[in-house]
């Protein structure tokens, strides 16, 4: 069944803000190289994105993780899915992310990767709903702040369809 999906942030407004977050990375990052860590799927779309507009080095490496428990409400114990292929020791490693919601995931993922001793760990997210946090968790970069509203497209699914959308929308339901 289709369901419809209304427009919250269009196409054009994605590839805006993306760009500005890559020139304030870029600055931030001036004279180092960026080890971005994609957290499938969602965060594909958006780590490629980011990455062809930051003009320091990069290198690029993903992972899979899964929450344990219902599927509407993270538990926070994540399960790895997909590990990193290399090691992040020593390297400045920017965790790029689809959405932050109750930030259960995000705060075990950050942890996990905090003990393989990268020189620097920061969060960078698309979407975030602040309304929604349980868990305190840093965020370094947010694209958009939204209401608490299940949102897809530009990687963000539902039922593992619509990530392919150019813009970001509400599922009506
Ligand atoms: P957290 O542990 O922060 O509650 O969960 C974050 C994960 O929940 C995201 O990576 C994403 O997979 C999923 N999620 C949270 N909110 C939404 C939403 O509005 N739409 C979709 N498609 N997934 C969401």
Known sequence: MAEKISVLISEEAVAEKIHEMAVQISRDYEGRQIHMICVLKGGVFFMTELSKHVGVPCSLDF????????DTVSSG????????????????????????DSGRTLSYLLEELKQRKPNSLKLCTLLDKPDRRKVD??????????PD????????????????????????L
């Open 77 to 100: 114990k994540i399960k790895i899915l997909k590990d990193l292929d290399e090691s992040i020791e020593g390297k400045d490693v920017l965790v790029v992310e689809d959405i932050v």
């Open 137 to 146: 968790v840093r965020v370094d970069y947010t694209g958009f702040a939204i």
């Open 149 to 172: 509203a299940f949102v897809v497209g530009y990687g963000l699914d539902y039922q593992q369809r619509y990530r392919n959308l150019p813009y970001i929308g509400v599922v009506e």
């Open 63 to 70: 992972m899979s993780v899964s929450s344990y428990g219902n």
